[in-house]
């Protein structure tokens, strides 16, 4: 604070206006009174000096520099006479002050003697001014509305008037919970009043803002403005345009209150014309009925010519609304949607969409010479890119110097091998908490470090054996581990016992959808016996997992490889060749069914370090546990890992960043199941705008992959409706936009078996004229050879025929009788 006055003292009026810190300002009391003292005592010419520099400098500052700006120069400006028309930036910062003092609490207690001993500004509403003495004094906010508080500012009322006039800072003077009285409308009625502005002033002013267009808290301001103005038709008539521009470009909530204006307001025939179709072509329901009442009374049948009132019926036809539609072609006498022979021939959409069944193959990254290698694999994208970055990160480090390892040493020191027992105290030592989520680049640091060997290896083998052998503990970072997380852990560990002297690892996969193929397997477990290496054996696992099925394949012509495990066993059972002949001799790995334990081709005693939870039927039921470890593990098990996201205890609202990784690992190697199609379809639902965008593209991958199943998709979506907490709007409109790229063959099942479920409902769901209305798009894009009954099921006819006789449910029975119009059926009556 003291360097604070010194500036003041000893700068010019620029100087000390650029040099005080006004976004870390102090907050207590008595310096602020202290810093206006000796502001003050410079002088009025030093302070209108100061004044414009501090405001000049400070136009585009945050709300916080501003209320500090204002909290000092106001002061000064009244205690001087100091004019605010000569600050083009004061408006502004004027406008976040006031924000910020109406929003803080008053207190009704406060008297001279309280206010004086107020110690922190921040917390409520505190001014400062400085009285006839030249002494500052505190001025607490203890009026009872906005214009009595401004009643205590002269430069309130220009100030306000000049809002209007610049864009968007009406909006800054609103706060959130504005109590009664404390709105610019009541300040500006209240000013009207007394005089202070004229009427027309205000109107003028209003109509400035209303020309530009600003944000909608601005918009809101106006519209509360407007209520107290209640303009009369003379004062509409001056501005028809104006009003007319308004109706179509304004939110909502001012457009509505736009259009009760000018329907009280005499128009001539072009004005109706012309707000006819800006209303009936925008959304909102509310404002086409009012204008639907005033087409039918006495004020527009009276008093305009038949052409001008056909042209706004006209209008009213093409309305989104079908009820509005239905008025409009009665009123007409003429049908409701014309055919135009000139109308372009439907979309394309059946079955025109990209199909590459065939497997992309697993492409490896290239090394960058511009980045660190710990930049370029320390990326958290989806599991094939991290394949990627492990892969990339073997053949970097393999056989470098040991001056590399010293380097890296250096960078991360805080990386240290684990304890004897690290659980010995109960306490686990924080890097390794690490393990429970790994990367390559913690399998680069653990490189780096120099004491991850084999010993580190089974310390980390033990943590996850106490762990997942306990009750679930959120507080031990191996407790929600399950099984399958941890065989991906302890390969990592393996990884980084072996990194700098092994080039590959053995499950890296040969395809982009994860599976292994023998092509790649095989020379990798040459080269680790011409090496003299030992495999890892959650490695060796993960490897086999990604194989699938290996039923049809000569298991006694594979090569007899001598690979031993990376724990020194002389078991000739535990030999890698032996364990994929064996492996390959017994079908390879078969998903099984849902509840259903796993089961092995081969003993699970030749994995002793795999846990063993993984082969008991309760792994269905670990979703619980961390979901690290899904289906890009295993890619012909997809259905365990949709299982895990549907069971009642799993959070359904996915963030981006799990659902775009997620997504990916559902691109699998096996066809997907009932349970991926439900989970597919309980996202393509979400309340979550970026998760719905995700999933789409997701969808579009495996629908290009031909993975996506128009049968189970079909099954999935009344089952899931059924089950209850559906959005069938969201779902529809995303299942919609994957129609549009062409796969319309795969959509169109799912919305039939909709249509056949909510005829089915004793209650109507939400959503429903939506499906109605989608399949009437659709009905067009079916070529006629494919409206087979298969494809047109009579449950599906007769679905629409009971919905289109509901006359309660005004929007679906007009979208049923629509769809049936579509398909040739003759509407109900």
């Given at each position: 604070m003291v360097i604070h006055i010194l500036t003041v003292v000893l700068?010019?009026?620029?100087?000390?206006?650029?040099?005080?810190?006004?976004?870390?300002?102090?907050?207590?009391?008595?310096?602020?009174?202290?810093?206006?003292?000796?502001?003050?005592?410079?002088?009025?010419?030093?302070?209108?000096?100061?004044?414009?520099?501090?405001?000049?400098?400070?136009?585009?500052?945050?709300?916080?520099?501003?209320?500090?700006?204002?909290?000092?120069?106001?002061?000064?400006?009244?205690?001087?006479?100091?004019?605010?028309?000569?600050?083009?930036?004061?408006?502004?910062?004027?406008?976040?002050?006031?924000?910020?003092?109406?929003?803080?609490?008053?207190?009704?207690?406060?008297?001279?003697?309280?206010?004086?001993?107020?110690?922190?500004?921040?917390?409520?509403?505190?001014?400062?001014?400085?009285?006839?003495?030249?002494?500052?004094?505190?001025?607490?906010?203890?009026?009872?509305?906005?214009?009595?508080?401004?009643?205590?500012?002269?430069?309130?009322?220009?100030?306000?008037?000049?809002?209007?006039?610049?864009?968007?800072?009406?909006?800054?003077?609103?706060?959130?919970?504005?109590?009664?009285?404390?709105?610019?409308?009541?300040?500006?009625?209240?000013?009207?009043?007394?005089?202070?502005?004229?009427?027309?002033?205000?109107?003028?002013?209003?109509?400035?803002?209303?020309?530009?267009?600003?944000?909608?808290?601005?918009?809101?301001?106006?519209?509360?403005?407007?209520?107290?103005?209640?303009?009369?038709?003379?004062?509409?008539?001056?501005?028809?345009?104006?009003?007319?521009?308004?109706?179509?470009?304004?939110?909502?909530?001012?457009?509505?209150?736009?259009?009760?204006?000018?329907?009280?307001?005499?128009?001539?025939?072009?004005?109706?014309?012309?707000?006819?179709?800006?209303?009936?072509?925008?959304?909102?329901?509310?404002?086409?009925?009012?204008?639907?009442?005033?087409?039918?009374?006495?004020?527009?049948?009276?008093?305009?010519?038949?052409?001008?009132?056909?042209?706004?019926?006209?209008?009213?036809?093409?309305?989104?609304?079908?009820?509005?539609?239905?008025?409009?072609?009665?009123?007409?006498?003429?049908?409701?949607?014309?055919?135009?022979?000139?109308?372009?021939?439907?979309?394309?959409?059946?079955?025109?969409?990209v199909r590459q069944p065939a497997e992309k193959p697993f492409a490896p990254l290239r090394r960058d010479p511009r980045r660190a290698l710990a930049e370029q694999i320390d990326y958290y994208g989806s599991r094939i890119q991290e394949e990627q970055n492990l892969e990339l990160l073997l053949r970097a480090l393999y056989r470098r110097p040991p001056e590399l390892r010293e380097e890296y040493r250096k960078k991360y020191p805080f990386l240290?091998?684990?304890?004897?027992?690290?659980?010995?105290?109960?306490?686990?030592?924080?890097?390794?908490?690490?393990?429970?989520?790994?990367?390559?680049?913690?399998?680069?640091?653990?490189?780096?470090?120099?004491?991850?060997?084999?010993?580190?290896?089974?310390?980390?083998?033990?943590?996850?054996?106490?762990?997942?052998?306990?009750?679930?503990?959120?507080?031990?970072?191996?407790?929600?581990?399950?099984?399958?997380?941890?065989?991906?852990?302890?390969?990592?560990?393996?990884?980084?016992?072996?990194?700098?002297?092994?080039?590959?690892?053995?499950?890296?996969?040969?395809?982009?959808?994860?599976?292994?193929?023998?092509?790649?397997?095989?020379?990798?477990?040459?080269?680790?016996?011409?090496?003299g290496l030992a495999y890892g054996e959650a490695d060796m696992f993960q490897a086999l997992l990604r194989l699938g099925p290996t039923s049809g394949i000569d298991a006694e012509g594979l090569e007899r490889l001598d690979v031993k495990p990376l724990d020194g066993s002389d078991d000739p059972e535990r030999n890698a060749g032996r364990i994929l002949r064996d492996w390959v001799a017994g079908g390879g790995f078969v998903a099984p069914q849902v509840d259903e334990p796993l089961t092995l081709p081969l003993q699970k005693e030749r994995f002793p370090s795999i846990p063993q939870h993984l082969f008991e039927a309760e792994l269905w039921n670990t979703a619980k546990r961390s979901s690290d470890g899904n289906a890009a593990e295993v890619p012909f098990w997809p259905e365990l890992g949709a299982v895990w996201r549907l069971r009642p205890w799993v959070d359904s609202s996915w963030s981006e960043f799990e659902v775009s990784r997620l997504g990916m690992d559902a691109w699998v190697a096996d066809d997907l199941g009932v349970h991926s199609h439900e989970w597919i379809v309980r996202a393509l639902a979400s309340a979550h705008e970026k998760t719905r965008d995700a999933i789409v593209q997701i969808v579009l991958v495996l629908a290009e992959a031909g993975q996506l199943s128009a049968d189970h998709l079909a099954a999935a979506a009344p089952k899931c409706l059924k089950a209850g907490g559906l959005s069938l709007g969201r779902l529809v409109r995303n299942l919609a936009l994957v129609a549009y790229e062409g796969y319309l063959d795969l959509v169109w099942p799912t919305l039939v078996a909709l249509v056949v479920a909510i005829g089915e409902e004793q209650r109507l769901p939400a959503g429903s004229p939506e499906i109605l209305a989608s399949?009437?798009?659709?009905?067009?894009?079916?070529?006629?050879?494919?409206?087979?009954?298969?494809?047109?099921?009579?449950?599906?006819?007769?679905?629409?025929?009971?919905?289109?006789?509901?006359?309660s449910a005004t929007k679906t029975f007009l979208e049923a009788n629509r769809l049936l119009s579509a398909m040739g059926i003759q509407p109900a009556r």
């Open positions: 700068d010019s009026p620029v100087s000390a206006a650029r040099i005080l810190p006004w976004r870390d300002f102090p907050i207590r009391t008595v310096h602020i009174l202290l810093l206006l003292d000796v502001l003050a005592s410079r002088g009025e010419s030093w302070c209108r000096g100061f004044v414009a520099a501090a405001i000049a400098r400070n136009a585009r500052s945050g709300e916080r520099t501003a209320i500090n700006v204002v909290r000092c120069c106001l002061p000064l400006m009244l205690h001087f006479g100091i004019e605010p028309k000569d600050f083009e930036a004061y408006p502004r910062v004027w406008a976040w002050f006031y924000r910020s003092l109406v929003g803080a609490r008053s207190h009704e207690v406060w008297n001279d003697e309280s206010a004086a001993h107020f110690e922190y500004t921040g917390w409520s509403g505190v001014e400062f001014r400085i009285g006839n003495d030249g002494r500052a004094q505190l001025f607490p906010k203890m009026q009872k509305s906005l214009l009595e508080l401004w009643d205590q500012d002269a430069t309130a009322p220009e100030t306000l008037l000049r809002c209007f006039e610049l864009p968007n800072l009406l909006g800054a003077l609103t706060y959130r919970f504005n109590a009664e009285n404390w709105g610019v409308e009541t300040a500006v009625r209240g000013y009207i009043e007394r005089g202070t502005f004229s009427r027309e002033s205000v109107i003028a002013h209003v109509h400035t803002a209303l020309a530009r267009g600003d944000s909608m808290p601005t918009q809101r301001v106006l519209l509360d403005v407007l209520k107290v103005l209640s303009l009369d038709p003379r004062e509409m008539a001056a501005s028809v345009p104006l009003w007319l521009s308004t109706v179509a470009a304004a939110p909502g909530f001012l457009s509505g209150f736009a259009l009760q204006l000018l329907l009280k307001t005499p128009l001539d025939g072009r004005d109706l014309e012309d707000l006819s179709a800006t209303v009936f072509g925008r959304p909102e329901k509310n404002l086409q009925k009012q204008l639907v009442r005033h087409l039918k009374s006495q004020a527009v049948t009276g008093n305009y010519d038949g052409a001008v009132v056909a042209a706004c019926w006209q209008a009213a036809a093409g309305s989104s609304d079908l009820e509005i539609q239905a008025i409009a072609t009665k009123t007409l006498g003429t049908p409701r949607t014309p055919t135009d022979p000139e109308a372009p021939a439907p979309a394309q959409l059946w079955a025109t969409g240290v091998s684990p304890p004897d027992n690290p659980r010995a105290n109960g306490l686990l030592e924080t890097s390794w908490g690490h393990w429970a989520t790994p990367s390559p680049g913690f399998v680069l640091r653990m490189w780096a470090s120099g004491e991850h060997n084999v010993a580190a290896h089974r310390s980390v083998m033990e943590l996850l054996r106490c762990s997942m052998s306990e009750p679930l503990d959120y507080r031990d970072p191996f407790g929600a581990t399950n099984p399958l997380g941890a065989v991906r852990i302890l390969r990592f560990s393996e990884l980084a016992v072996v990194t700098g002297t092994a080039a590959y690892s053995l499950a890296t996969p040969s395809y982009a959808n994860f599976r292994v193929s023998f092509e790649r397997l095989i020379p990798a477990l040459q080269w680790y016996e011409r090496e399949c009437t798009e659709f009905w067009d894009c079916i070529p006629v050879g494919h409206r087979t009954a298969e494809n047109v099921p009579r449950e599906f006819v007769a679905a629409v025929r009971a919905l289109a006789s509901l006359k």
